[in-house]
């Protein structure tokens, strides 16, 4: 295990929360499967294949109230979960689980086993907050008070970088370059790109102060979905693998396929290697040809590579168009994965010619459970 040195200096949230001398903790990834397993006492219907972040706990020492608290952001692929527990040191941590939406009763079984603590209300964000309301409070014989997914996202995002030194990185040459992530009032505005199934942009200019300039369709959902749909692959986490071992110059048209090989189109600024149409070499046999036959990996790769380029263009325009030097990306489509950021930073880097950058999270799919978590009730939502 290590440590991060604390940042946060006895602050107590309005819910009680007490957040003085917070430590992140990462295990080892078999250190965490045991510990998962161990602690939770059940099989594991949630622990599978680990994203990143349920490497991570949170550790709050001070925190000493009773332990009753779950937050849940349930959006159109995945629920994302908080929890406090107590662990064998009878401390209270921070916990972080994933479900499929789709298994929603593997999430509610999830929670019941772990009734013998008594909670008042489940804070809920994410489309499913709606969706599923009745479910979860027949199910679970509780309240849901509901909060809305952008407030959510951005109350998380600016918890872990308060809270945690090492939350945000940029990705270059393939290594994390860790920000020291206090934030000052240097740090805003910023944009956040968060992509879920779908993509949300907002502009981030405080606390709470934020507005949702403009988002994408073609998110985690589209890959996944073309992923699934090219290879009939059904594990996310084999496609990612997959895709890192892929070429993609088997599938795309590069510049040079069509200037001719070797050659850039230098008036332009594109080099021979510059991809000029994802996917295009599927379409460049003569006549009464078949269509080449692709490799999985190969496809995978180019697949992977046409979304993040999107998503990063998208994201450059909307930072020229307010001014913006940095760029935060999150949602669980990340996972933490090379390829992902590598093309993500390459991409924002290449637009923008270096004068934009691109930061990326360690709890990158938890902004808006984490958020919910944290928030409070309106007085309108007492009503
Ligand atoms: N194990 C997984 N199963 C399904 N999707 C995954 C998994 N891991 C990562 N993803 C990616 O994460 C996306 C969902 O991201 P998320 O932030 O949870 O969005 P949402 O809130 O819409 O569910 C999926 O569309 C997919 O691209
Ligand atoms: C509708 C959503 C906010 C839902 O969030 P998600 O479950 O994808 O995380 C998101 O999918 C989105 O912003 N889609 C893009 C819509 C658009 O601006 O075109």
Known sequence: MSDTDPQV??????????????????????????????????SGTHVGVLGATENHFILLPNHNDPVNYFALDIGGSLIKMVYLVKNESNETVLRFARFKTADIHECISFMQRKR??????????????????????????????????????????????????DESFSFQNDQKIFEKSSPSESTYPYLLVNIGSG???????????????????????T????????????????????????????????????????????????????????????????????????????MLKSLLYLVCNNIAQIAYLNAVRYNLKRIYFAGYFIRDHPTTMRSLSYAVNFWSAGQIKAMFLKHEGYLGSMGAFIEQKTPEQEE
């Not at 430590?23 to 939770?40: G, I």
């Not at 603590?117 to 489940?122: A, G």
């Not at 396929?257 to 230098?266: A, H, L």
Request: glycine share 12%; with cysteine.
């Open 199 to 221: 993509v949300s942009i907002l502009k981030v200019n405080g606390d709470d102060d934020f507005d949702r300039v403009s988002g994408s369709s073609m998110g985690g959902g």
């Open 9 to 42: 200096e006895g602050s107590k949230l309005p819910n009680g929360l007490n957040l003085k001398g917070v430590v992140h903790v990462q295990l080892s990834p078999s250190e965490n499967v045991v510990f998962q397993r161990k602690n939770d006492n059940e």
């Open 116 to 165: 013998s603590i008594f909670y008042e209300t489940v804070h809920v964000t994410g489309g499913g907050a709606y969706k599923f309301a009745s479910l979860l409070e027949d199910k679970l014989s509780t309240k849901i008070t509901k909060f809305d997914e952008m407030q959510c996202l951005i109350k998380g995002l600016n918890f872990f970088l308060k809270n945690l030194i």
């Open 223 to 298: 890959f996944w979905g073309l992923s699934k749909l090219l290879t009939g692959i059904s594990s996310f986490e084999e496609v990612l693998e997959l895709s890192s071992q892929g070429d993609n110059k088997q599938v795309d048209m590069l510049v040079g396929d069509i200037y001719g090989q070797g050659r850039d189109y230098k008036k332009i600024g594109l080099s021979t290697d510059v991809i000029a149409s994802s996917f295009g070499k599927t379409i460049m046999s003569k006549t009464g040809e078949e269509t080449p036959k692709m490799e999985k990996a190969d």
